[in-house]
């Protein structure tokens, strides 16, 4: 037990890891000859022990190539070559702890006969979705009563649903949903208090971000309030991939790369933080969406997700079937040191804390009413369907708006980005301003309208409180990766994206966001009328706002 984390507790195992158990045991007899002590072994720790197999080994399927114009987006690299650069690697590797072990067999559909699935639904379950993860069609699922075609399902709705697939693997719960955005469960967690109080390598850590330089805890709340990711998750991961919150990097990899991705150019808190956060948003909203259906490994294998299991535990799963081969990937979700142990131990029971505020979405959850965000007789373009908030790999929750211009690309504009609803604003950053539509001042809480690339010059303030359709901003380039001059808006509930496709419509002056067959395609329609995005801004993208 590492200093400073409360010890004693015991995980319950139940009958269904019996499977998980066997395969296990048969990976401890290959591997008994390596003394690893009674810590748990992080992707850092295994990293530093290899030198050769480096060039064998991926970190993360697919790459992380994007387009995506949003704040703090950068080129991405292909995890897909890592590199040894600046690692000092011992003398003597550990080579058991690399064995190749044998893939996990990987469900496929056949027509077997078999007892169908009894599944109760739970927050944010829509019937495609589920139609998705259980990889049948929509006509297939039997339910008791009258469910909803594409709205969210009452939690606990009995659906009778066929079993093409057989067994899967990896079928517990990992971490409710509260636990990996940032929810109203994370809104008395003093991050800094948590980080002094530990006392590890992140209390006396600082890095220079943009115009000053930040503390460790300040990092974490920055990517934690960036990305609507909980904090406790992110001090949670850095623990048992580096021991940076209550202990010290073990080796150079562990002090340049904590969350455990080998980037030479990643280097650093924030960058890995924002890496982490990636395949965690493409764990969560990937299943949540219905996006992803299986997790793929270092070794080529992939696993099926189990299709009962909830979003914030598809999430955990995507994050560390980067690091691990299949069989050390159960033990890290399941073993008796395995990270959700290891977060109990530093956080309390989730499951606990969970029932404050779960289910996050009530199943008559309605947007409240938001207008175009400019002003009334206005003719501007709908540049940017349904792609992701924040991030290249987060939920396709956002949609563009560019004014019309003689000229392209990133050029000065006078026209102005209105509130799309009234609310307090209760952040703004470089190019962003957030507006909280209850008032409340809490980011995590209820709706809230995310406004980016908006041009520092006029910006509204922090604190302001403003009526529907008063003046936030210029549209511009600012904050992130842009090709012109457009304002991006998204929402969020509770402190989760809303998919701007999804069963609560993104619905802005009447016109609904339609999907397109990838992201940033689409199409706004109202009374029959349809407005195809497009990036360019062409004649078919024009809208007025009337």
């Not at 967690?189 to 209390?203: C, K, P, Q, T």
């Not at 808006?489 to 067959?517: C, H, M």
Request: aromatic residues 10%.
């Amino acid at each position: 037990m590492r200093h400073g984390i409360a010890s004693g507790r015991k995980v319950l195992f139940s009958a269904k890891r019996l499977l998980f158990l066997t395969i296990l045991l048969i990976w401890a007899i290959t591997t008994v000859a390596c003394n690893l002590g009674t810590t748990y072994v992080s992707a850092l720790d295994l990293t530093a022990t290899v030198s050769a197999q480096f060039d064998q080994v991926s970190t993360t399927h697919p790459a992380l190539a994007t387009n995506e114009p949003v704040a703090l987006a950068e080129p991405t690299p292909n995890l897909a070559q890592p590199t040894t650069s600046n690692i000092e690697l011992p003398e003597t590797p550990l080579p058991t702890l690399l064995v190749e072990a044998t893939p996990l067999p990987t469900a496929t559909r056949d027509n077997t006969p078999r007892p169908p699935i009894l599944y109760y639904t739970q927050s944010g379950d829509t019937l495609p979705v589920l139609a998705a993860h259980f990889g049948v069609g929509v006509d297939e699922i039997r339910a008791q009563g009258v469910v909803p075609d594409i709205g969210f399902i009452t939690p606990g709705t009995l659906l009778i649903i066929p079993d093409y697939y057989g067994a899967d693997l990896a079928s517990d719960p990992v971490l409710p949903d509260s636990e990996i955005i940032y929810s109203p469960s994370a809104l008395d967690f003093d991050i800094s208090a948590y980080v002094m109080e530990a006392n590890g390598y992140l209390s006396t850590y600082r890095e220079y971000i943009v115009d000053r330089w930040y503390s460790g805890a300040e990092v974490v709340e920055l990517m934690a309030m960036e990305e609507s990711i909980n904090p406790r998750l992110l001090l949670g991961l850095l623990e048992y991939q580096s021991h940076w919150v209550y202990g010290q990097p073990e080796n150079l990899a562990a002090e340049t790369y904590p969350m455990g991705f080998i980037v030479q150019e990643k280097q650093g808190l924030r960058k890995q933080l924002s890496l982490a956060v990636q395949e965690l948003s493409s764990g969560y909203y990937g299943w949540r969406e219905g996006r992803i259906i299986e997790v793929f490994f270092p070794d080529g294998s992939q696993q099926r997700i189990y299709p009962k299991i909830n979003a914030g535990s598809a999430a955990i799963q995507q994050f560390f079937s980067q690091f691990y081969d299949p069989a050390r990937w159960l033990g890290v979700l399941y073993g008796p040191e395995s990270f959700p142990v290891l977060y109990e131990e530093m956080f309390g029971s989730p499951w606990l804390r969970s029932q404050t505020v779960e289910p996050l979405f009530p199943t008559t959850l309605t947007q409240p009413v938001l207008e175009l965000p400019f002003k009334v007789g206005k003719l501007w373009s709908f540049t940017g369907g349904p792609h992701p908030a924040w991030g290249p790999k987060g939920s396709w929750a956002a949609v563009d708006f560019a004014p019309g211009s003689d000229e392209s690309g990133c050029v000065t504009s006078n026209e102005w980005v209105t509130a799309s609803a009234p609310g307090l604003v209760v952040r703004t950053g470089t190019g962003i301003v957030v507006v909280d539509l209850d008032g409340d001042g809490y980011e995590q809480t209820g709706w809230v309208i995310f406004y980016l690339h908006i041009a520092t010059k006029d910006k509204v303030k922090a604190g302001v409180y403003l009526e529907q359709d008063e003046e936030i901003g210029h549209p511009s380039c600012e904050g992130g990766s842009s090709t012109g001059t457009h304002v991006h808006i998204a929402r969020k509930y509770n402190g989760e994206w809303i998919t701007a496709d999804g069963p609560v419509p993104f619905t802005l002056s009447g016109w609904v966001v339609g999907q397109g067959n990838k992201a940033y395609e689409g199409t706004l329609m109202r009374d029959g009328a349809i407005v195809t995005a497009h990036t360019y801004g062409s004649f078919e993208t024009q809208i007025r706002r009337d």
